[in-house]
């Protein structure tokens, strides 16, 4: 396994070029920008709000010096409030190649695209200049989500990354679940986990806090989907949901952006703090993916039992189908098969080799079924987020 | 995992009184539930749960050895556990309009 080498240390699996538009206004004149060179590794990313946020602002800073990234070009209006003048310093100073078009300054819709399109020609040759370096396990953050569950998910998948997740911690990687909304119930059992004492009463807290956000809200992280793939309430969607977790003890607790600090596995909460306010905390599993890529995932491990097709922006997403009858469907979309083992057909330690190993694969270039179709989605709206409580990370 | 009797029908955690359904029952199907047989009266994919013994409405349903929620009536031995008998102890689940009316049927 060979890593781009970054200045601040961290050893990328990919080298993407983002074009990223800082305000909805100019979607459109990034999108065309990227279009001719999609297949050459530039991704589109963006913030539609023309009000500036906080977290949305880290989240883009984590996530073009993302160690995935190689350059980036922000793409603007001219009159939105994201400091785009901060994020491209930001960017500067880790040495990437970076810069920003301002569209009403440029001249408007047909120079800007122009111009952009020069500037990934240009970008592209100074990433393929970027040092590669032996790279192992122990370099990689792997992020896992699960979404279009059925009750297949806890049975199959979820533990069968369980499984690989262990494996992965054990070899000295940093792992991280999330979305405490869908561990509404778990709480009390995965607080014995904790690596310290202090950290079992922030888990539990992070678990309330959803639970207040989604009763406020009218209902939990639960699709129609999943009542029709037999799932029941959201206590039994979190069961399966936790067992990606695997048996490591719990080291700390992520926000949206923060890097794990060493190894170990990670509980990233992604509900927002404080008052509900903009809705729901995850709009769509593509929300979810690209905060454990702003927390330094290089690649996803995605679970699905009625069949999810996503992929995304920056950091490679590995699906793992948990219902053979969904795989046999959708199995140009599927990395992995783990529904063979409701069919007898391989166990879970199997499947989590089967895993872990993928993973490694990925690593050294391979590509998954979502990057070869081209998916490179990405989803970001308004939240807000108070910095980590002092029991959260290790000491 | 034990598994019961019937190899369709899945024990997660010696604990559970629901079991999964792991291969597709069609309506008319015999399925074992302990000591009794019972037939499907419609088809249950894989993933959805039945009652490993009688439960009474209000008894705590138990899967993975954690409970899941409580029952919202009685349901028999054998019979379909879901939205239409079974409710969460944390937030209401949501279901499309054309869901409830298929999952009233069972």
Sequence with gaps: MTGYLRSDGRKGIRNVTVVVYLVECAH????????????????LLGFPGCYPNAYAHRMLKQLCTHPNVGAALLVSLGCEGFNRKNLLEEIR??????DVLVIQDTGGTRKTIEEG?????QALEKTAQVPRVPMTVSDLVVG???????????ITANPAVGRAFDQLVQNGARVVFEETGELIGCEQIMAMRAARPELASELIACVEKAGRYY???????????????GLTTIEEKSMGAYSKSGNSPISGILKPGDVPPSAGLYLLDVVPDGEVRWGFPNISDI??????????????????????????AISPVIKICANPETYRRLNEDMDINAGRILEGAATLDEVGREIYDRIVRVAEGEKTASE???????????KSFEPLGPACLPG | MTVPSDPRLLRLHPADNVLTVIATLESGARIRVGDAEVVVPTRLPIGHK?????????????????????????????????????QSDYLPTFLREDQTRFFAQH
């Design chain 1, 28 to 43: 459109h004149v990034a999108r065309e920008v990227v279009f001719p060179s999609r297949e050459q590794g530039v991704h």
């Design chain 1, 93 to 98: 100073a880790t040495g990437r190649p970076a």
């Design chain 1, 117 to 121: 399109r020069a500037w990934i020609a």
């Design chain 1, 144 to 154: 896992t989500v699960c979404g279009g569950s059925d009750a297949t998910s806890g």
């Design chain 1, 215 to 229: 009763s406020t809200l009218g209902h939990g992280s639960f699709a129609p989907g999943n009542a029709e793939g």
């Design chain 1, 287 to 312: 929300q979810e993916i690209g905060e454990l890529i702003a927390c330094g995932s290089h690649v996803t491990l995605f679970t699905t039992g009625r069949g999810s097709v996503v992929g995304s």
């Design chain 1, 372 to 382: 070869a179709m081209g998916h490179a989605e990405f989803s970001l709206v308004y």
């Design chain 2, 50 to 86: 039945i009652a490993a013994r009688a439960l009474h409405a209000g008894e705590k349903i138990v899967k993975y050895g954690a409970p899941i929620g409580s029952a919202s009536r009685d349901i028999a031995a054998g019979e379909h556990a879901h939205t239409h008998n079974v």
